[in-house]
């Protein structure tokens, strides 16, 4: 269950983490979307993620 100031969350088997807020008071009271997804380097065997959403001053500092 998504609990606190979330309307929606999830994750996917590929690891992309989607979280959305909205507008209701219960909500962040902002309308956000937030995406984080991995990409595995098999040459180094890392993981970087980028992240894509709006708006940007809720986003988090690396993806502004």
Known sequence: P????????SV???GVIVVNGNTQSSSTGQAIT???T???????GTITWSCVGSPAKYM?????
């Open 60 to 64: 988090p500092a690396t993806c502004r």
């Open 12 to 14: 996917t088997d590929g």
């Open 34 to 36: 937030i995406t984080v």
């Open 2 to 9: 998504i609990v606190g100031k979330l309307s929606f969350a």
């Open 38 to 44: 991995p990409t595995y380097s098999t040459l180094t």
